[in-house]
């Protein structure tokens, strides 16, 4: 992929540009079942991104990491989700937030910028793929953690982490395409394991609190 | 035989996962865990012996690997497992006996207990530095069950602040990874190596500066967030007061061993390239962490939740140490690491007796410990003394020694600056835990039966023993693996 392009080269920014786009439009919605929607499209945005390298420099472990990506983070996490915390403790409207939305998705745009600001040239000499998806990986990561920040609720905030690791994979495969595949798996397995914590962590929560919005996480000061 | 020695230091905590699942109740779950822990310290032990007088035990392409600075954080660990092995015990004895743990809890406890122990002593002993990135995550989703095990309220968000802190930060931590894999990028080696740390250290003066010095930032805010290095310690006060106490000195004493661990590997291989950057880095850090520890010690009603906040203390003068640097100063660091270690067991074991007899964690409800349980009110009181850095125990030698490192440095002033800080924290942590040792008990606290009282009793002692014994004298063999893991470390 040297040439910038390259039909592969324009599918692969493309597809960055839009899980970017994802994820400002998880910060710019008030739903949770939209929350994991965006985070669904985003996934499956990132197995594209994955087949596409994989495609590209002909790797067998990432075609498996492309077919991992699309099961686990596309259907497997929306979908449990949705059945498990949703449904079962109908959840809607997203209250508990901290920022207005205009002033989330402003600060975002600052994020987005410093992100490209952080990953100029000269702090990565000769990239390994001639595309423009670090700085968007970067932003991303950043996007996720202010999710974070923004939200109160417990399962905004997972999504929140969901997202910064989405990012933090897209980084990985366009940065470096060819993790050794032990680590990528182990790293899918953390990511699971943690998923599955969490939710239980959530509805624990949600049944001693009536609800689970960080908000009311305040007995523990000092 | 060195590859079994490092195998079985890891697998064999995990005797405590297998035995509950097999019918073992309290006793029996609580046996295993200690038993597995102190076979795992043999095993640590003899692979440090092996491992100082032969070589680095390299295999699978460095997927394995042990050095002398992995067996020395390995011994540490697997020392603080047995002594928590043990904490374990009674712990478990006494919550089943009031019936305020489950079966179902129990089997949780020694599962988790188990598998925590097991993912850090493996990510102690592995060369990739991807996989030490999976392990150590893995290693904060087994803790965050085990502070969120006693299902209250309060435990489950604690675990919750816990769990989604430490995975952000250290989700951070995997950016920074990359990055260092991507400094590699011009040396000519397979893939895979540019991950394994044997390699990077080889070729360190060839690595890319600036993606390098992102990287170590990167890693440093994803580690440190594991570490507990301020701002990034916001989870661990809570943590660790809600956590069952054999597990917050797991947490305390083991899991923030390994992730300063991490940190100094990675510290290692900036050096060539970056020089004193790393060092510079850690010592604000360092100097963050221990100001903030010094001063939430002053205002702090929760026993538990003081000894966090010295953890935190402790963390940073760790950091302090590294960034200082020198012989003086790696060697302080690291003798200050096991010092800690074994000086925070025994304070959070003889925590956990006061809460199973007091039924609180809060300071002012906790009076007359002496009179009431001699050896824990003992254990209590020594172990501050010895943790707050007061001769004769080791931390005062380990914190001697990077104070004086601090007047050899570049910047003699951070010597002075750290005396101070050391002072406040000293002032602070005594004033609360001397109150809680003496004077009358409040009627109606609980005494323990007699099998739990005996093994509860014997961490504390041994710890105590241990830290006499290193504060009048360094056996030559541990003198002689400090001294071998500091050339892994410049």
Same mark, same amino acid.
């Given at each position: 992929?040297?040439?910038?392009?390259?039909?592969?080269?324009?599918?692969?920014?493309?597809?960055?540009?839009?899980?970017?786009?994802?994820?400002?439009?998880?910060?710019?919605?008030?739903?949770?079942?939209?929350?994991?929607?965006?985070?669904?499209?985003?996934?499956?945005?990132?197995?594209?991104?994955?087949?596409?390298?994989?495609?590209?420099?002909?790797?067998?472990?990432?075609?498996?990491?492309?077919?991992?990506?699309?099961?686990?983070?596309?259907?497997?996490?929306?979908?449990?989700?949705?059945?498990?915390?949703?449904?079962?403790?109908?959840?809607?409207?997203?209250?508990?937030?901290?920022?207005?939305?205009?002033?989330?998705?402003?600060?975002?745009?600052?994020?987005?910028?410093?992100?490209?600001?952080?990953?100029?040239?000269?702090?990565?000499?000769?990239?390994?793929?001639?595309?423009?998806?670090?700085?968007?990986?970067?932003?991303?990561?950043?996007?996720?953690?202010?999710?974070?920040?923004?939200?109160?609720?417990?399962?905004?905030?997972?999504?929140?982490?969901?997202?910064?690791?989405?990012?933090?994979?897209?980084?990985?495969?366009?940065?470096?395409?060819?993790?050794?595949?032990?680590?990528?798996?182990?790293?899918?397995?953390?990511?699971?394991?943690?998923?599955?914590?969490?939710?239980?962590?959530?509805?624990?929560?949600?049944?001693?609190?009536?609800?689970?919005?960080?908000?009311?996480?305040?007995?523990?000061?000092? | 035989?060195?590859?079994?020695?490092?195998?079985?230091?890891?697998?064999?905590?995990?005797?405590?996962?297998?035995?509950?699942?097999?019918?073992?109740?309290?006793?029996?779950?609580?046996?295993?865990?200690?038993?597995?822990? =102190?076979? @795992? %310290?043999? $095993? #640590?032990?003899?692979?440090?012996?092996?491992?100082?007088? *032969?070589?680095?035990?390299? +295999?699978? &392409?460095?997927?394995?690997?042990?050095?002398?600075?992995?067996?020395?954080?390995?011994?540490?660990?697997?020392?603080?497992?047995?002594?928590?092995?043990?904490?374990?015990?009674?712990?478990?004895?006494?919550?089943?006996?009031?019936?305020?743990?489950?079966?179902?809890?129990?089997?949780?406890?020694?599962?988790?207990?188990?598998?925590?122990?097991?993912?850090?002593?493996?990510?102690?002993?592995?060369?990739?530095?991807?996989?030490?990135?999976?392990?150590?995550?893995?290693?904060?989703?087994?803790?965050?069950?085990?502070?969120?095990?006693?299902?209250? =309220?309060? @435990? %489950?968000? $604690? #675990?919750?602040?816990?769990?989604?802190?430490?995975?952000? *930060?250290?989700?951070?931590? +995997?950016? &920074?990874?990359?990055?260092?894999?991507?400094?590699?990028?011009?040396?000519?080696?397979?893939?895979?190596?540019?991950?394994?740390?044997?390699?990077?250290?080889?070729?360190?003066?060839?690595?890319?500066?600036?993606?390098?010095?992102?990287?170590?930032?990167?890693?440093?805010?994803?580690?440190?967030?594991?570490?507990?290095?301020?701002?990034?310690?916001?989870?661990?006060?809570?943590?660790?007061?809600?956590?069952?106490?054999?597990?917050?000195?797991?947490?305390?004493?083991?899991?923030?061993?390994?992730?300063?661990?991490?940190?100094?590997?990675?510290? =290692?291989?900036?050096?060539?390239?970056?020089?004193?950057?790393?060092?510079?880095?850690?010592?604000?850090?360092?100097?963050?962490?221990?100001?903030?520890?010094?001063?939430?010690?002053?205002?702090?009603?929760?026993?538990?939740?003081?000894?966090?906040?010295?953890?935190?203390?402790?963390?940073?003068?760790?950091?302090?140490?590294?960034?200082?640097?020198?012989?003086?100063?790696?060697?302080?660091?690291?003798?200050?690491?096991?010092?800690?270690?074994?000086?925070?067991?025994?304070?959070?074991?003889?925590?956990?007796?006061?809460?199973?007899?007091?039924?609180?964690?809060?300071?002012?409800?906790?009076?007359?410990?002496?009179?009431?349980?001699?050896?824990?009110?003992?254990?209590?009181?020594?172990?501050?003394?010895?943790?707050?850095?007061?001769?004769?125990?080791?931390?005062?030698?380990?914190?001697?020694?990077?104070?004086?490192?601090?007047?050899?440095?570049?910047?003699?002033?951070?010597?002075?600056?750290?005396?101070?800080?050391?002072?406040?924290?000293?002032?602070?942590?005594?004033?609360?835990?001397?109150?809680?040792?003496?004077?009358?008990?409040?009627?109606?606290?609980?005494?323990?039966?007699?099998?739990?009282?005996?093994?509860?009793?014997?961490?504390?002692?041994?710890?105590?023993?241990?830290?006499?014994?290193?504060?009048?004298?360094?056996?030559?063999?541990?003198?002689?693996?400090?001294?071998?893991?500091?050339?892994?470390?410049?």
């Amino acid at each position: 992929m040297t040439s910038a392009t390259s039909v592969e080269t324009i599918l692969l920014n493309l597809a960055s540009v839009l899980i970017l786009l994802c994820a400002f439009a998880c910060l710019g919605s008030k739903l949770f079942d939209r929350y994991v929607g965006y985070y669904a499209v985003q996934s499956v945005l990132l197995s594209v991104v994955a087949a596409i390298v994989a495609y590209d420099l002909d790797a067998g472990p990432l075609w498996a990491l492309a077919v991992l990506t699309l099961l686990i983070k596309g259907v497997g996490i929306p979908l449990s989700t949705r059945r498990y915390l949703l449904a079962r403790l109908s959840l809607k409207r997203d209250a508990a937030i901290a920022l207005g939305l205009s002033t989330t998705l402003l600060i975002g745009a600052v994020l987005t910028g410093l992100a490209y600001f952080a990953m100029r040239p000269s702090t990565l000499p000769g990239l390994l793929l001639d595309t423009a998806a670090v700085p968007l990986a970067m932003a991303v990561v950043l996007l996720g953690g202010l999710c974070m920040v923004v939200r109160r609720h417990t399962i905004a905030q997972l999504l929140g982490w969901l997202i910064v690791e989405n990012g933090v994979f897209l980084g990985a495969i366009t940065l470096v395409a060819t993790f050794p595949f032990i680590v990528e798996a182990g790293i899918f397995l953390d990511l699971v394991a943690g998923v599955l914590i969490m939710l239980a962590l959530v509805s624990g929560l949600a049944q001693r609190l009536a609800s689970a919005s960080a908000d009311d996480l305040r007995r523990l000061n000092g | 035989m060195t590859l079994t020695l490092s195998i079985l230091a890891w697998a064999l905590p995990l005797l405590g996962a297998v035995v509950p699942w097999a019918g073992a109740r309290a006793r029996g779950t609580g046996i295993a865990t200690a038993a597995g822990g =102190a076979g @795992s %310290l043999a $095993a #640590a032990i003899a692979l440090a012996v092996r491992i100082v007088s *032969g070589h680095p035990l390299k +295999l699978l &392409g460095g997927f394995i690997y042990v050095d002398s600075l992995s067996a020395f954080f390995v011994a540490t660990v697997a020392l603080v497992v047995t002594l928590a092995g043990l904490g374990s015990y009674s712990y478990l004895r006494a919550e089943e006996e009031r019936h305020e743990l489950s079966p179902l809890q129990v089997r949780l406890y020694g599962t988790f207990f188990a598998v925590f122990a097991a993912l850090m002593l493996a990510a102690l002993q592995t060369g990739n530095l991807g996989l030490l990135w999976v392990l150590v995550e893995a290693s904060t989703l087994a803790s965050a069950v085990l502070v969120a095990l006693e299902a209250r =309220a309060t @435990s %489950l968000e $604690a #675990a919750w602040k816990y769990i989604i802190i430490s995975s952000f *930060g250290v989700t951070i931590a +995997l950016v &920074g990874t990359l990055f260092v894999y991507y400094s590699a990028i011009f040396l000519h080696v397979s893939p895979d190596q540019r991950l394994t740390w044997p390699t990077l250290f080889a070729h360190a003066s060839a690595l890319q500066g600036p993606s390098l010095r992102l990287a170590f930032l990167l890693v440093l805010v994803g580690y440190g967030t594991k570490v507990g290095l301020a701002p990034m310690h916001t989870w661990l006060p809570d943590a660790h007061s809600e956590a069952p106490s054999p597990a917050s000195a797991m947490l305390s004493a083991a899991l923030l061993n390994t992730g300063m661990y991490a940190i100094i590997r990675f510290q =290692a291989l900036t050096t060539a390239e970056l020089g004193r950057y790393a060092n510079d880095v850690l010592l604000i850090f360092g100097f963050a962490s221990l100001l903030v520890g010094a001063l939430f010690m002053i205002e702090c009603a929760n026993f538990k939740r003081l000894f966090a906040y010295s953890s935190i203390e402790h963390m940073g003068i760790i950091a302090i140490a590294l960034g200082f640097g020198g012989v003086l100063g790696y060697y302080g660091a690291l003798l200050q690491t096991l010092t800690h270690a074994i000086g925070k067991s025994v304070l959070f074991l003889a925590s956990g007796d006061v809460v199973l007899r007091y039924r609180s964690r809060s300071v002012s409800d906790v009076r007359g410990l002496l009179p009431l349980a001699p050896v824990t009110g003992l254990a209590l009181l020594l172990g501050s003394l010895a943790i707050l850095g007061s001769p004769p125990f080791g931390i005062f030698l380990s914190e001697f020694t990077i104070v004086r490192a601090g007047f050899g440095s570049h910047a003699a002033w951070l010597g002075f600056l750290l005396l101070a800080l050391l002072v406040i924290a000293f002032v602070a942590f005594s004033r609360t835990a001397v109150g809680m040792v003496f004077g009358a008990p409040p009627h109606g606290t609980a005494s323990l039966a007699a099998p739990s009282r005996w093994v509860g009793g014997s961490p504390l002692v041994v710890g105590l023993g241990l830290l006499l014994l290193l504060g009048l004298w360094i056996p030559g063999g541990l003198n002689e693996l400090i001294m071998h893991a500091m050339r892994s470390m410049t």
